[in-house]
């Protein structure tokens, strides 16, 4: 099977690798010269046997006109595959556009980082049912081995809805794991703390992936003395909080995790700062933070 | 009345005055020789008429010992109160240790800050009516006019208990003034932020004492720019979230409140290190903190 | 001064009072004949002198189609004032179609509640000066005596925008003073709960409006069994709390009370299903809810 | 190598079968005569030979008292080994009053639950050097196959302290997911939930044995329909968040997990009876849940 694949940024590189070692034949385009395999978008579709099938993966802030191009570039009967970390909200709005000229539209969450490529990477998609049929060879592709690791989510939208929700989910889990650390860590109550999560991976009721990781980056880095306490957020964190806040839906535990990346971020906290300034009218203090009466 | 009030700081020293102002006569006594009106402990006792009522003013730290000294010098009917910011748990220890030489103890939770000495300080006290009843020109004296300002909560305990909850609820409130105002601040849609506070001192569902302080901060410094965003916590935060967790009461708001300044606290995150790891692990960062793809 | 008052529900019914108190000439519409003033929106705008003013106080469904309406019979140099519960982001959108037809436009976030008939409206408004300056005679009728009450936030949506801010703190104010009465309630140490939140209306640094209204409700039913655990939320505190996490802004208070009332609006907690669920997995339980073992 | 067991409830009974087919001689004693090998403790204690191990596995209530009866029968070199979810600052306490008579002490936290027997117990062990290497042969019976799931914490105390934090993870990690399950069920984008979660359970960053047992719940009861939202919770989750509290450390995800269950286990929430009579005053409803406005 003939594929397009548009990006090839460290996901999409590792998933061209991967798509190529399972037999497909992949036509990759990147603007970076030293990793395209084409010219341009237009020389990518002329190399691709119809029905023709795009993989897009790219980052949010250009898929929007990417898919544009493709709409000027690809047939009725093509289909446009986004895998990127696109907001669910857009793909309605994207395969109405396609449908215009009859392309067709699948959307792809897709998670795994860097482990993808010898792991597999676990897909949720989005779309009908042909379509998905269309491209399943790409899917058998990329997931991982065995029984798990992809799902015909829905309808359009419901596959990056699907991977929404699991990083919503990864935000909480990854929290719950790193306040336990640095609980055991302040305590000091345990000896060796990288060897209790060690100890973890097997007949615990926490044993999973995450916990695996936590280990190999403690073996890396005892006390994480070279780590900053930074987390960025992607985006798929605060479009959880919100899908959630919009349904009604009580996440604490997203929300909290969420927040703490968000505090993690900034410099000095502004609502600290007030809440100081508070204490300090009521405590008599000066006007800055002193000996916290 | 005659009262000993021990432990003139801050709190104790505009108590005293307030005290003096009702007509009472006040013996103070303060490790710190240019406060105090005694040179000791036995002394203070020595100046006071039976049945005697002392007063005790001090750090959490230091109020077993002094009122183990008390114990001493005291004598059958006497009574002592603790107005500082004991843990309640405590308070039935004290009663019953000076139980044993029939001396009388009431614990009582103080609020009001450097504005007590002008406005009252509101009494939340804890004991037996009787001995309640002997304080009774006490409480009058520190209280505000008017009705309110003071209650008798309950037995021993009920005072301090009161008073810590009353913290707990202030950490809520003024987390959530300070949500607000960042929220304001960072959106910069609202141009003038400290009007906006202003404006609602009257009329809205919100308006309070602490949002009047709140204007009052704001007019030293509009944006808060000389303040650390830096929040110590006294204690009773922690004593309400635990009594909370105790008793099985779900207490979100002021839990949130008092990470906040835990977090406010810490040069560094210990957790979000670790959040940083586990994003390093599977997405393929360098060991440090990158561009947070 | 002559005015338009466009939906006379409880609070537009109040404010027409408070107007016309203030020596106003009011015209009110309302679909419901028994209280309107004119058959049509038609004729209200006729009743009116130009330049003519305004005021939309109604559910934001019908916003929409009312402005439209009002775009329709009013003329260039008129003034709408959208003071309902409006979303900020549909501000813009209302000032730019009225525009068209040189309609300008204000948002205008009233605070108050039924309390605003006597005590007067806390008024957030956002527009341009001149029209701000327009509808000043009006915000002076609506505001509370004394300096407070009235703010020009901002431009177009900074009035809706800081009455939205407003009411995220509502959320949380109210959050922390129920869960400090909880546990009160619940510790039982104390013997009157109403009386201590009576006792905190002066000198405590909790004092405030809301409280107020806490010993109120508890006057009329001191343990509030006739009242059903049962918040429901308004769109403003969901609107905070997308907004916050839209900037970044961590808000856990605000949220914690948000997911409080979603929780509360629930017959059953779904989330908490699967919690039981998990449990029953790895405990051995039969597959319901058992000893909770 | 002889062990004595006392508690042969659903965990000790397990343990038990696991030991014998490690080849371990286990002697157990349990108040129900149909499961126990002994009629009393002292049988237990004459049927051992010296060094003596017991290992108890009780619920916490009546731990004490059974360690001042082992204390009684037991001799200088024996040693007790506390299995039980027990409070890590009750174990100093045991240790130091069995080590009165020269008797010694471990402490150990057990995860596994039902699936122990066949998959191992994940064991933490508290205490000094040489009692963990006595003990070693029980270890290697309970704990997993591998390389993992035992691990010497730290001195005295540190075993249940260990497990404590991970039953506080255990928390996190059960209610984010438990929240991506309602936030998928309520937005009926996905047309098959469970099918998303088992598709999740290779490939993807969130995979884990808590993700297994959703599906495995989801199998038998695809929307839960027969499971009651109510979660108990085991007084770990308390102690983890009691600590963090006593130790500055901001837990955020850990507390709402613990506060969602006690929501859970209330009839009816009295703090949002307490949000519903604040609106109920300022909004004007009647004096009880009406149509939240």
Request: aromatic content about 8%; hydrophobic content about 45%.
């Amino acid at each position: 099977m003939h594929v397009g694949l548009v990006g090839l940024g460290k996901m999409g590189n590792n998933m061209r690798e991967r798509m190529r070692r399972a037999g497909l034949t992949v036509v990759g385009y990147d603007r970076n010269p030293e990793v395209t395999d084409t010219a341009s978008l237009a020389e990518l579709v002329q190399k691709l046997d119809g029905p023709r099938v795009v993989w897009v993966m790219l980052p949010i802030q250009v898929v929007d006109q990417v898919i544009d191009e493709l709409k000027g570039l690809l047939a009725e009967g093509d289909l446009v595959i986004d895998g990127g970390n696109s907001k669910w909200t857009n793909d309605a709005r994207h395969a109405q556009s396609l449908a215009e000229k009859g392309i067709h539209f699948v959307d792809c969450g897709v998670s795994g980082g860097v482990w993808g490529l010898e792991n597999g990477y676990a897909l949720m998609a989005g779309g009908d049912e042909a379509d998905i049929a269309l491209a399943q060879p790409i899917f058998d592709a990329l997931k991982p081995e065995g029984e798990y690791g992809f799902v015909h989510a829905g309808e359009v939208g419901a596959g990056h809805f699907a991977k929404m929700v699991h990083n919503g989910i990864e935000y909480g889990l990854m929290q719950a794991y790193a306040e336990g650390w640095e609980l055991l860590e302040t305590a000091q109550l345990v000896t060796n703390v990288r060897d209790v999560f060690n100890s973890w991976r097997e007949g615990t009721v926490i044993r999973s992936w995450l916990l695996d990781l936590m280990v190999r980056a403690l073996d890396e880095d005892p006390h994480l003395d070279t780590i900053e306490g930074y987390a960025a957020d992607s985006g798929e964190g605060r479009w959880t909080v919100n899908a959630a806040v919009d349904l009604g839906v009580p996440v604490p535990t997203m929300a909290a995790a969420l927040f703490a990346r968000f505090t993690s971020q900034q410099e000095d906290s502004p609502s600290m700062k007030m809440v100081a300034a508070m204490r300090n009218q009521f405590g008599g203090h000066a006007m800055k933070a002193d000996d916290g009466n």
